[in-house]
């Protein structure tokens, strides 16, 4: 056998004795009620708005949490803006969902900030973006608004998972700060927990919090012991590693070619004749994804990645777009199992896919694993939209 494959093949062994350690330990918390997460059992998962209204709460000098400007400057300190002090505390509100308009050389724009911080000289502007498509012109026109109310004394904030940037036509020269909530929010969080270390009540539910965002940004939470042992292995083992981490494009591209694509035919042949698949998993390609053709007149039943360039297979959703990709004035029927609003992009609304959003390598390796529930999934949406559709 040839030396470097010998190598990586004792690497993963040595790493699937831990792997299977890590699950005994797993399941140990698990049985001790340690997996138990109120926001998750109450599905806050994609809701842009129920995050934002948490992360309001916890801002919230006034917020019942009463510690006052406390978790608000622990944000400040994590985001770099120590320099942007609020003079008077008490004077100092947050609003979700705070509406406003504006007059431009182009019109009259409205628009909702997701979470506005302000007292009435200054303001945090913090757009939240979890899986939501950008707006044309959103973040300049927030840009505008706070130019008005606030000259020359604002902040923007672009919050997403990964910390990617907006698109060109929603930012346009603006100057925004970027954070994410796998480690900007994660980092914020655990500060408070910390200065909330004699309060329980909070510090166990900023505990659960952290969880579930570690859970929604797919954050490796792996037992410390375990950890260690596998640091250990990996830098003794690093051009092994190395060899396994310079593959991982080519083997989520084997995956999808030699697994995932046969399953999604196999899910096309249930239709018969009248439905055809097309495929275009393109790693430099943001909206890349697959389609079926032919069940709902001239409409793919598109299931499209909507993830940045540098995570192109990320935040699946689902939705009808024109076979010709036209875009359409939004129309006024929106199909019930489509839950986001329609666009010009989707004109019968669009929803996440919350089992199979993300595509790395567990959900990869959960679809091998696990076929047949892989295509009921997909099945029970086709189905769903074709019923609906007619």
Not at 290 to 301: M, P, V
Not at 321 to 332: E, P, S
Request: some cysteine.
């Amino acid at each position: 056998m040839d030396t470097g494959l010998a190598k990586i093949q004792s690497l993963l062994q040595q790493v699937q004795v831990l792997v299977s350690k890590e699950k005994a330990i797993q399941h140990e918390k698990y049985r001790r009620g340690e997996s138990f997460n109120i926001f998750k059992v109450c599905g806050v998962n994609h809701y842009e708005v129920t995050h934002s209204s948490i992360l309001a709460e916890f801002l919230n000098p006034c917020g019942t949490h009463g510690q006052g400007m406390d978790f608000l400057n622990e944000f400040l300190k994590t985001n770099g803006l120590c320099n942007f002090v609020f003079a008077d505390n008490d004077a100092v509100v947050v609003e979700t969902e705070h509406a406003f308009s504006i007059k431009t050389k182009e019109g009259e724009y409205t628009g909702r900030i997701d979470i506005l911080i302000h007292d009435s000289k200054k303001a945090i502007i913090i757009e939240n973006k979890i899986y939501a498509q950008d707006q044309y012109n959103q973040l300049s026109r927030y840009e505008t608004y706070a130019k008005e109310r606030y000259p020359d004394n604002y902040k923007i904030i672009y919050l997403t998972l990964d910390q990617h940037d907006p698109n060109d036509e929603s930012s346009k020269k603006v100057s925004y700060i970027p954070i994410s909530y796998s480690e900007h929010i994660i980092a914020w969080l655990t500060s408070c927990k910390n200065i909330t270390i004699d309060k329980p009540l909070i510090r166990e539910t900023l505990t659960q919090y952290i969880q579930h965002i570690k859970e929604l940004t797919n954050t490796i939470d792996m037992d410390a012991e375990t950890n260690n042992e596998l640091m250990k292995i990996l830098i003794s083992n690093l051009s092994a590693t190395n060899q396994i981490i310079q593959m991982q494009g080519e083997i989520e591209m084997h995956v999808v070619k030699k697994h995932i694509i046969p399953l999604l035919e196999s899910l096309r042949d249930r239709y018969g004749k009248e439905i055809s698949l097309i495929t275009n998993f393109s790693p430099k390609e943001q909206y890349c994804g697959f389609k079926f053709n032919g069940a709902t007149e001239n409409w793919s039943i598109s299931f499209q990645f909507q993830g940045s360039k540098s995570a192109p297979w990320t935040e699946m959703i689902v939705g009808l777009q024109h076979i010709d990709n036209r875009t359409y004035t939004i129309q006024t029927k929106q199909l019930p199992i489509l839950k986001s609003r329609p666009n010009e992009w989707w004109p019968y609304g669009y929803s996440y896919l919350n089992k199979y959003r993300n595509w790395d390598l567990s959900t990869m390796n959960d679809i091998i694993n696990k076929p047949d529930e892989f295509i009921d999934y997909l099945d029970n949406i086709l189905t769903s939209i074709i019923r609906d559709f007619k």
